[in-house]
C-alpha cells in the first residue's frame, strides 16, 4: 500500500482506575484491519499496562490484560517502554508481559515486541509519526 | 518536523506537563488548553519548570480558557503567547502532527 501512515498509539494512564487503557486497545485492535504502520508506546502510568499476573476476579472488571499478547498476531510488532517511566515506578522488563511476533520476513522466528527505549528515544520515535492517538 | 503538543490538566492535579515537556524536542510548540491553562500562570510553582521550557520552545495558552478560569493575561508568564480558536487552528496546520497529552 503506496499511502501507509506511521501510527503511534501512546499509553500513560494505568489500567482499571480509567476507561482510557482498554479504549486503546480496542482502536489499536481496530485499526489494525488499515494495514497501517502501527507501534504503541508506554509511558507513565501506561508502563502498568503490561504487568504480568493481572488478575481482577475480585474488582469484577474483565481482565483485559491476556489481550495485549494478541497485538502480534495482528502485525504489531514495535511496543516501546520507557525505561525511566519502569525506573520511576521500580519496575523492571521481568514485571511486565513476555510478548512476541512472528517475523514473515524470518522464517517466521519468536521475535520480541518489547523494545526498551529511553526518554530521549522515545521523543524522537514520537517525532518521526504521522499520527500520534493519546491515551 | 515540529509537533503541536497540546496539555489540558492543570499542573497541580497531573504530571502531565511535566510529561509533555520532557518528551517535546527543541522548537516544537506547546499550547495549554481548559485546565493546561493553570501551567501558564506567573508565580506558582510550576512556573520555574515552565519557563525553564521556554529556552527552547515556543509556548502559547488558549485566551478563552483563561478568561473562563478567571485568569488575567497580566498574570501569564513572559514570553507565553496567547492564542484564540482561530490561533489554535492556525498552530495546527502549520505543524506536522498534534500531540495531546491528556
Known amino acids: 500500500m503506496s499511502d501507509t501512515k506511521k501510527f503511534l498509539y501512546v499509553n500513560r494512564k494505568a489500567p482499571y482506575g480509567t476507561i482510557y487503557a482498554l479504549e486503546s486497545l480496542e482502536v489499536v485492535l481496530i485499526g489494525a484491519a488499515f494495514e497501517q504502520d502501527v507501534s504503541l508506546a508506554f509511558l507513565d502510568d501506561g508502563v502498568y499496562e503490561l504487568t504480568k499476573d493481572q488478575d481482577t476476579t475480585g474488582i469484577g472488571m474483565k481482565n483485559f490484560s491476556p489481550t495485549y499478547s494478541a497485538l502480534g498476531d495482528y502485525d504489531v510488532q514495535k511496543i516501546y517502554v520507557e525505561k525511566e517511566s519502569l525506573e520511576e515506578r521500580g519496575l523492571t522488563l521481568d514485571d511486565l508481559q513476555h510478548l512476541t511476533y512472528e517475523d514473515e520476513d524470518d522464517d517466521w522466528a519468536e521475535k520480541d515486541s518489547i523494545r526498551l527505549v529511553s526518554r530521549e528515544e522515545l521523543a524522537r520515535i514520537m517525532d518521526e509519526q504521522d499520527v500520534i492517538l493519546s491515551f | ?102
Open chain 2, 1 to 102: 518536523m515540529p509537533t503541536l503538543h497540546t496539555v489540558n490538566k492543570s499542573p497541580f492535579e497531573r504530571t502531565t506537563l511535566d510529561s509533555c515537556l520532557a518528551h517535546a524536542l527543541p522548537g516544537s510548540a506547546v499550547l495549554l488548553i481548559e485546565d493546561g491553562i493553570y501551567g501558564a500562570i506567573d508565580g506558582t510553582s510550576a512556573a520555574g519548570r515552565v519557563k525553564e521550557a521556554l529556552s527552547n520552545l515556543s509556548i502559547y495558552v488558549l485566551g478563552p480558557d483563561l478568561k473562563a478560569r478567571g485568569m488575567r493575561e497580566d498574570q501569564v508568564i513572559d514570553g507565553i503567547r496567547i492564542v484564540d480558536y482561530a490561533g489554535f487552528v492556525d498552530l495546527a496546520t502549520e505543524n506536522d502532527r498534534v500531540q495531546s497529552w491528556l
